[in-house]
């Protein structure tokens, strides 16, 4: 396997694990940023805390592995993103400081007042994230105002309120709908009664306006958001020349691929008809269609934001030149061979386990059972 | 305070409550793992509350270790981007297998080690009470093979053309040396700090006379577990001595306060006080031969001194300039075979050229006061590793006579342990995370003022932030990390005065008709 196959399974395999985040730890996250909403009463709140407690953990090592693979795999890449987007980063991190001690101390203490406390930590811890991350890739889109100096020291020239415009505000929005949307669905197959008929609605609402939102990006992005593209040739096969090539910032650009290979209009396709079938399945109660439907959707949102930008992982405003694409901010062809070598191994065996662990624990949760294991549970 | 500074502080400080909780979740997994073993072997009930009740410590502590530990993930790249670019070729690769090979497998088993017992056959349960430990160990490896590299970088080359470091062997930096002893020193200090702390919780309910069949059986276990244990981290504390005389001179030179290289063999420096100015250890209570044993294996190699280290550093410091200019050079187009020629032999001073620009950005015309500085600053200052070493050691030896006297009375079947035994294991609580802080302190601080051992120097090593920035994010985890220890202190405080009543079984003290009105 050469050098540029690496790379280009690299890019797929960092999709798959941003994908594996969105699709397991969406649904924690949505099922916590529904606490409130959904959740009329202390039993009910701990039905929906149960249904993820066993997963919730299991499910945000999607998000720490795909961390470590971006260091890995593209650490150029780990090392702009992390830094450029510092403030926006490090809410992210004091949001996710959250969810551990929410799900783990909540019922340790028995009082209404700390168990509200922890169920707004656990909200917060949930939504803000989803929001912050669809921000980020709204951001992506638009290109990062960075560049590097002689020594390939990153520099970062925006603000953090300037990540707040208009289109990542938006991307931020679908974001947070769609793994709200997908805790719903995940709700509706783990719940009885009110609280799944409360979930059943949420969803057939919710599901509709995700895909809306998500045309309507992407119609924004055709029409008012500058692509980018490569003009130089880039060595695929060679050492990173990160700051070596030559890139023109366009109108249209980020549809280019989509013409060259008319094929991958799928993705989008796809996302927006996930959404309608998982709001179908949600009012006709099919509860598996529903979370399927969901989960092939956000999927795909996360697909097309990739196949949209690709070769490009992070363009720079500031110097074109310096983006970095997924040709020419990877790690050298030893180490990607060997984390090729190690993920071959490990990712069927996580899937396995993973599975083996929502087998153990399948079955719907009701407010019997929370209050006959009051306190083994969370 | 710059961003250096700034930066360095935020991630002590994260890498250090990180700590707090790292070690007892080691030695934690495996006190449970036993527990249930005897449980699922002799049938006994009071095993499996056991392993409950000290499961509900274990996850109050576990939580924290999460939270804390995101932090430590993500800063790489938001505090050290340059450090994440230069070297993250080699030490990215430990820290994603580490998410793919352990942390995966820990975080998805520790839910079914609490929602599964009714779901799970006892011996199934057990299977994942112990893949659990061996996960959270499997964890620690790798992210003692990232940590070793940093202190020992081998298995790797500088590539010019990318401006970072590549990695070469990946073997190497496995079986790194410095990588394997850390293990098991590191390891053993976590099983050491779950002894101690299941030992003192038990002796606390032994002094209360409280749930005593309960109690004596958590003190055998723990006093057993955490003997071997404590051995472990003395032998291996002692191979890491020899694995710094080999490869990390400067740092065992600091911690003893070294300040010339005697003839050989060195003696060990028990107790006095280090002076920078004088370069001398003042009141010096000395033991003749014992760091040339215990750093080089001999009687007859000597064990150098931070002065003759010194030298050799403005050596490689000189060497380490041109090193700088010629790869500034070649990155400005003058790719001439003389330039790269003369490059490739003295790219491996390079890191000690870079040195240089925390003194001046125009590294070409560096003045020999610049120069004598960056030798100055070559070495730590002795006096921190000095004590804090020796609070490790004196921590590590006291703990190794508490668990030999818990298992001598545990070992004689002594159903009424001695009081003032009792409280020696209580009062020990704190022992083990002063040893571990303390040592980690030794590790980290000892390697200064490298990032990466004489590759990458600290100041290169961070993101450019502006000030404001990390004030930003260090004063909310300040204060975030302060309200989060203090409700785990409590909770933790609040559940084991409770004690095995914390189950609801119906069996335990707290519980009893007798009781309850009390309570």
């Known amino acids: 396997m050469d050098y540029e196959a690496l790379r280009f399974i690299w890019w797929l395999l960092i999709g798959v694990l941003l994908i594996g985040f969105v699709v397991t730890d969406g649904f924690d996250m949505g099922v916590a940023a529904l606490l409130k909403v959904l959740g009329k009463n202390n039993d009910e709140r701990r039905v929906m805390i149960n249904a993820i407690a066993p997963h919730w953990d299991g499910n945000q090592v999607w998000l720490i592995t795909a961390g470590g693979a971006l260091f890995a795999a593209w650490p150029t890449v780990y090392a702009a993103s992390f830094s450029g987007f510092y403030i926006a980063l490090m809410l992210t991190l004091f949001a996710l400081f959250l969810r551990p001690l929410g799900f783990e101390y909540r019922a340790k203490i028995d009082s209404e007042i700390w168990r509200s406390r922890w169920d707004w930590a656990l909200t917060a811890g949930s939504a803000i994230p989803a929001l912050i991350f669809g921000v980020a890739f709204g951001n992506l889109l638009q290109g990062v105002p960075f560049y590097f100096d002689d020594i390939l020291r990153l520099h970062y020239t925006g603000s953090f309120w300037a990540l707040l415009n208009p289109f990542a505000l938006l991307a931020g929005v679908l974001s947070l709908l769609m793994i709200v949307n997908h805790g719903a669905t995940y709700l509706q197959l783990k719940t009885e009664a009110d609280l799944k008929a409360r979930s059943e609605k949420l969803s057939a609402v919710l599901a509709p306006v995700c895909a809306a939102i998500f045309v309507l990006a992407g119609v924004w992005l055709f029409l008012a958001v500058d692509g980018y593209s490569v003009t130089s040739l880039i060595d695929t096969n060679g050492a990173n020349r990160t700051t070596d090539k030559t890139v023109l910032i366009s109108a249209g650009a980020w549809f280019t691929n989509y013409e060259k290979w008319p094929l991958l209009w799928l993705a989008p396709a796809l996302g927006v008809a996930g959404f309608l079938l998982c709001a179908l399945a949600s009012k006709t109660q099919r509860h598996i269609s529903a979370f399927i439907s969901s989960s092939l959707a956000i999927a795909m949102v996360v697909l097309t934001a990739g196949v949209s930008m690709f070769p490009f992982v992070m363009p720079s405003s500031t110097t074109p030149a310096h983006s970095l694409t997924m040709w020419d901010a990877t790690a050298s062809e030893t180490t990607l061979m060997i984390m090729f070598v190690v993920a071959c191994i490990f990712v069927p065996l996580i899937l396995a386990y993973t599975a083996w662990s929502y087998f153990v624990m399948r079955g719907r949760l009701n407010e019997q059972h929370i209050r006959d294991n009051s306190h083994s549970l969370y | ?519």
Not at chain 2, 41 to 57: A, E, N, S
Not at chain 2, 437 to 456: D, H, K, M, S, T
Request: glycine letters at 6%.
């Open chain 2, 1 to 519: 305070m710059d961003i250096v500074d700034l930066s360095r502080l935020q991630f002590a400080f994260t890498a250090m409550i990180h700590f707090l909780f790292v070690p007892l979740t080691l030695g934690m997994a495996f006190l449970l793992a036993i527990m249930e073993s005897v449980y699922v072997m002799t049938g006994k009930t009071i095993y499996r509350d056991m392993t409950k009740f000290w499961g509900k410590l274990f996850g109050i502590n576990f939580a924290l270790g999460v939270t804390t530990g995101i932090a430590m993930e993500f800063q790489f790249g938001t505090n050290w981007s340059y450090y994440s670019h230069y070297v993250g070729d080699i030490f990215g690769a430990p820290l994603a297998i580490e998410a793919l090979m352990a942390f995966f497998l820990e975080s998805t088993l520790f839910g079914l080690f609490f929602f599964g017992w009714d779901r799970l056959s006892k011996e199934k349960h057990l299977a994942v009470t112990w893949l659990m430990a061996l996960a959270t160990n499997l964890s620690a490896l790798w992210i003692l093979v990232a940590n070793g590299w940093m202190q020992h970088p081998i298995g790797s080359v500088f590539n010019i053309d990318t401006m970072r470091m590549e990695l070469t062997s990946f073997s190497d930096v496995i079986f790194n040396p410095v990588a394997q002893v850390k293990f098991v020193h590191t390891v053993s200090a976590g099983y050491v700090t779950g002894a101690v702390f299941v030992l003192a919780i038990s002796s606390w309910y032994l002094l209360k006379g409280r749930d005593l069949p309960f109690a004596r059986r958590s003190f055998a276990i723990a006093s057993a577990f955490g003997l071997a244990s404590a051995l472990s981290v003395i032998v291996l504390g002692d191979e890491s001595g020899y694995e710094l005389g080999d490869v990390q001179k400067v740092k065992l030179a600091a911690v003893e306060a070294e300040w010339h290289t005697h003839p050989a063999p060195a003696a060990f420096t028990v107790f006095g006080v280090p002076n920078e100015q004088t370069q001398t250890t003042d009141y010096a209570l000395k033991i003749p031969a014992v760091l040339g044993l215990i750093a080089t294996r001999s009687v007859t190699e000597e064990v150098a001194g931070l002065s003759e280290l010194k030298e050799k550093h403005l050596q490689r410091i000189i060497r380490g300039q041109e090193a700088y200019v010629l790869m500034t050079q070649y990155r400005a187009g003058d790719k001439s075979p003389a330039t790269i020629n003369r490059f490739n032999e003295v790219s491996a001073d390079l890191g000690y050229g870079m040195l240089l620009t925390a003194y001046t950005d125009d590294v070409a015309n560096a003045t020999a006061e610049h120069i004598a500085q960056a030798v100055e600053d070559s070495v730590p200052k002795v006096w921190p590793l000095f004590w804090s070493f020796r609070i490790m050691v004196a921590c590590g030896v006291s703990m190794l006579v508490l668990f030999a006297a818990a298992f001598w009375h545990s070992a004689k079947r002594t159903v009424d342990k001695p009081r003032w035994l009792l409280k020696f294991a209580l009062f020990s609580l704190p022992l083990p995370w002063i040893a571990c802080e303390a040592g980690w302190f030794v590790a980290e601080y000892g390697r200064q003022p490298w990032a990466i051992g004489e590759i990458l120097p600290t100041h290169l090593a961070v993101s450019q932030l502006s000030v404001s920035d990390i004030w930003f994010s260090l004063g909310t985890i300040v204060v975030l990390y302060t309200i989060f220890v203090i409700i785990e202190m409590w909770l933790m405080t609040k559940y084991a005065r409770l004690g095995p009543s914390a189950l609801h079984t119906g069996k335990y003290d707290l519980e009893s008709p007798a009781n309850v009105k009390e309570a």
